[in-house]
């Protein structure tokens, strides 16, 4: 005989829902009945001895939220994991993961748009967000001209490589539409 879950679920359990239920504490049960719990030789579901192991039933809204509440720190993990990985690479490459990630926003998710942005702005500021062009007085990565444009999206424009960036696909979306449109323009004419 199989005992029931705390979903109220009887019969087998998959062995995912049990590790979800044992991290957000769910699953509670007697220590010593915890020998009591196997695999059976399929390896897919959790078998318990209702004899010996009496499961406990939770009330619906107390699951949800504490896997909502898993969820959510599992995400907050990715994030600082993220982060971590962002803070190892170089000034640039971070710039180009931010520009990567707001492209993405803006809907230019596929390789193609961006391998023409990146080539676009490697070529207009090597993708450093203090570049500043001295006979032009171009600035930051997408070498607004007037560097002060990019005061419209936010008063960190010198300094902040993702303010710098969002004006700069903004400004490709209305102008050109995609990076591969800009990008031609400057093969053609120099700039963009």
């Keep these: 005989m199989i005992g029931t879950c705390p979903l109220g679920i ?3 359990l998959p062995v995912a829902a049990t590790a979800v239920l044992a991290a957000t504490g769910l699953w509670s049960a007697p220590a010593a009945a915890e020998a009591n719990v196997s695999r059976p030789s399929g390896g897919s579901a959790v078998r318990i001895n209702p004899q010996v192991h009496e499961v406990h039933r939770v009330p619906a809204a107390q699951v949800i939220q504490k896997v909502q509440k898993a969820q959510a720190l599992k995400k907050a993990v990715r994030a600082a994991r993220k982060q971590q990985k962002k803070r190892s690479l170089s000034r640039v490459e ?3 993961v931010v520009g990567l990630e707001l492209a993405e926003r803006f809907g230019w ?3 193609r748009q961006w391998r023409c942005l990146e080539r676009l702005w490697t070529r207009e500021s090597g993708w450093n967000h203090l570049a500043r ?3 032009s007085g171009a600035h930051g990565i997408p070498q607004a001209l007037p560097g002060s444009k990019m005061g419209g999206i936010a008063a ?3 300094t902040n490589p993702e303010t710098q960036i ?3 696909l903004r400004y490709i979306k209305g102008r050109y539409g995609t990076p591969c449109a800009a990008w031609a323009h400057f093969g053609a004419s ?3």
Excluded: E, F, L
Aim: aromatic share 20%; glycine share 10%.
């Design 10 to 12: 009887s019969r087998r």
């Design 133 to 135: 062009n001295p006979s």
């Design 109 to 111: 998710d596929d390789k």
């Design 166 to 168: 969002k004006w700069g």
């Design 190 to 192: 120099g700039w963009y």
């Design 94 to 96: 971070r710039n180009k």
């Design 156 to 158: 960190d424009w010198r």
